[in-house]
């Protein structure tokens, strides 16, 4: 690369990112070969729709970007080859945020032994981040699948990106727990690919909450979730956020979005969830079934409830 502040700039990306960097500097970047059917997937996270500057420092804006598009090849049992990072910065953002942004991205990609392949690097009215991953399916999972007497489960515990929304919105700082769960999510891929080759016939992740994505995996599997809403493994943050708005916490955690667990479903006979635990220090809860007919049914204290998914803005 030449002279100028762009290249000054990118030069100080790539040095940020170390040994999670690929091949950068040119206008291509190879994606090496494997095993198994390539993948890809694009994720956007923007200021004032998925996050605010005031709550995050530049860095975890990066990790939580990668993170949110990396969950997308969880959700395909697909193990990371590498991301391709398109960056809008603010004209308003102070010297070295991008290199921090991009800090955070690399620790992400680090984190599942992938590589930043590359990107773009642009000027914007507010941070903008167009995230691409690619990674290799040997067994590719996805929403279509799920049979009639399937089990529903669940990784992970629900509701803590949520309860540091709230508190964020309500003017106050989240408890650091939920302030965790919110600005370092992580993408479950030891997870989904430990599940798909245990049997999981349908798999997908948590960023519009129960409440929505078990609509999406029944339309597209064409059958009817159940679901037991007092099961639901609940994030310990939830309960005081839960009360303060006079809300059940079950139904809190089941309509709050981006926590990026694994919504899965598995046979009847399946019994290792003790093992996946083990192998993973991840719980994994059975929070219903799969049966003949659409849509979903959500009960709490054995009444039906009505579940309303999530949106993600964050004002």
Known sequence: MGSGGEFDRIRSIVAALGDSAGPIGGDTAPVPDGEGTLVVSTDTSVEHVHFEREWLTPREIGWRAAASALSDLAAAAARPVGLVVALSVPRDAARGDSTEVMHGIGDAARSVGASVLGGD?????????????????????????????????????????????????????????ARSAFAHPSPRISAALWLATHGATAMMDLSD????????????????????????????????????????????????????????????????????????????????????????????????????????RVK
């Open 121 to 177: 690097l642009s000027e914007s009215t507010e941070w903008n981040l167009a995230v691409t991953v690619l990674g290799r399916c040997v067994r590719p999972m996805s929403r279509v699948g799920a049979r009639p007497e399937d089990g529903v489960w669940v990784t992970g515990t629900l509701g803590g990106a949520r309860a540091a929304l709230d508190a964020w919105q309500s003017g106050r700082e989240p408890a650091a727990i």
């Open 209 to 312: 909450g129960i409440g929505g994505d078990a609509q999406h995996l029944a339309a597209a599997s064409k059958v009817q979730l159940r679901l037991t809403l007092n099961d639901l493994p609940i994030h310990p943050a939830v309960a005081n956020e839960a009360g303060r708005g006079g809300i059940t916490s079950p139904l809190f955690a089941a309509d709050g979005g981006e926590d990026y667990e694994l919504l899965v479903t598995l046979p009847r006979e399946f019994d290792a969830a003790g093992a996946f635990e083990r192998d993973h220090n991840l719980a994994l809860t059975r929070i219903g079934d799969v049966c003949d007919g659409a849509g979903v049914i959500a009960t709490l204290d054995g009444k039906v409830v009505a579940l309303n998914g999530y949106r993600h």
